[in-house]
């Protein structure tokens, strides 16, 4: 009987020595180890000769082997968790401030622009970085200066941004025209391209942004700040109701309008021809009449749109700070065209809600 039992036991461990390979080879490609028995494998099979040992020390191994990789694959998680970085506008709670389209920007402004009457405000008063919105006002510039618009420039180092390490398709030794540089810089908020602008100006860059805050001062934007013409910096800082009185002067400079609106444009860079997209898609849109449009974006100031439109037989001037989410300026853009389509009167008890928080309907200069 102690032979038999003996063989019985004989035959079980073998039994069981197939089994540990079998899951030795199968766990690596399934990835489902079950770790909880490996060690009592181990055990088991070291009560056997030396050839029962070998196998359960390859399984151990192929075990480790396997929680290396889920470490390695744990790192790429944690980074995903990093925070963003907060605009100045969430950090001031504007985000805080509710409305009655439920608009994703903090900072909402909405004028009829032959009368001038307040149709929707939200935090209007509200002094943001406005990014490439900055670019509105360099072209503003650029244009009323009346310099030749076919006369050669070329990107130099000092284009380069130092700011944020924004990229550029117009590498340094880039030269296109003046008014490449400016269509690039309104339809496709080219920073290099705008920053040349600045640059060629007559006495320079420096010069260039006096001209630009003395405009402003000109137009009564009284809580309008220029330091550069890009936007990169989040020091060129402005108001929604300062921006509609930009946008209204702008929309009065045909060579704005036209560029602004562009949806797309080639040019030649030496060997080379770049082909730049609006970054404003509503301008590809149908149903959308747009006369002058601007975007912008930095992480201190949101996503940003202004615009010049008609809807519902109005003209329009529509203006969106600190946007939560990429596409979220447009969306808000589409709720109020919705709004003003769907029933103009509703606009009555948006103002009503305006004034009684102490807006009043706003004054262009001419």
Not at 97 to 117: C, N, R
Not at 321 to 340: I, M, P, Q, T, Y
Request: proline share 5%; charged share 20%.
């Amino acid at each position: 009987m102690h032979h038999r039992h003996r063989a019985a036991v004989n035959r079980f461990l073998q039994l069981l020595g197939f089994v540990v390979v079998s899951t030795a080879l199968v766990a690596p490609v399934a990835h489902a180890v079950d770790r909880s028995k490996a060690p009592i494998k181990k055990q088991q099979a070291s009560t056997t000769n030396a050839k029962r040992v070998a196998p359960a020390r390859k399984v151990a191994a192929n075990t480790r082997t396997v929680r290396i990789t889920a470490k390695t694959a744990k790192v790429p998680t944690r980074v995903a968790f990093v925070p963003a970085k907060q605009s100045f506008g969430q950090i001031a709670g504007l985000h805080e401030v509710s409305d009655p389209l439920d608009l994703k920007s903090s900072v909402a402004l909405v004028i009829d622009q032959d009368t001038h009457e307040v149709l929707l405000s939200k935090n209007d008063q509200a002094v943001l970085p406005i990014a490439s919105l900055t670019k509105l006002m360099t072209g503003v510039i650029i244009s009323q200066a009346k310099l030749p618009m076919d006369e050669p420039i070329t990107i130099t180092q000092d284009d380069v941004d130092t700011e944020k390490g924004s990229r550029s398709r117009l590498m340094v030794g880039s030269t296109l025209t003046r008014g490449e540089m400016l269509h690039l810089a309104l339809m496709s908020s080219e920073n290099r391209a705008a920053h040349a602008l600045g640059r060629t100006y007559p006495g320079g860059l420096e010069a260039f942004v006096v001209q630009m805050n003395a405009k402003a001062r000109l137009l009564g934007m009284t809580d309008t700040r220029y330091v550069e013409p890009t936007g990169l910096s989040s020091r060129n800082q402005s108001s929604a109701r300062d921006l509609a009185t930009l946008v209204n002067v702008a929309h009065g400079d045909p060579l704005l309008r036209e560029l602004s609106t562009s949806p797309g444009y080639e040019v030649a860079v030496g060997p080379r021809t770049l082909q730049y997209n609006n970054t404003n898609g509503l301008v590809k849109n149908p149903t959308w009449d747009i006369g002058l449009q601007k975007t912008g974006y930095i992480s201190e100031a949101g996503r940003c749109l202004v615009m010049q439109t008609q809807i519902a037989g109005r003209k329009l001037i529509m203006v969106f700070l600190d946007s939560a989410g990429k596409f979220s300026r447009l969306g808000d853009a589409e709720r109020v065209r919705h709004w003003v389509e769907s029933m103009p009167a509703l606009a009555v008890p948006l103002q009503a809600r305006a004034v009684a928080n102490g807006a009043q309907p706003s004054t262009f200069a001419r």
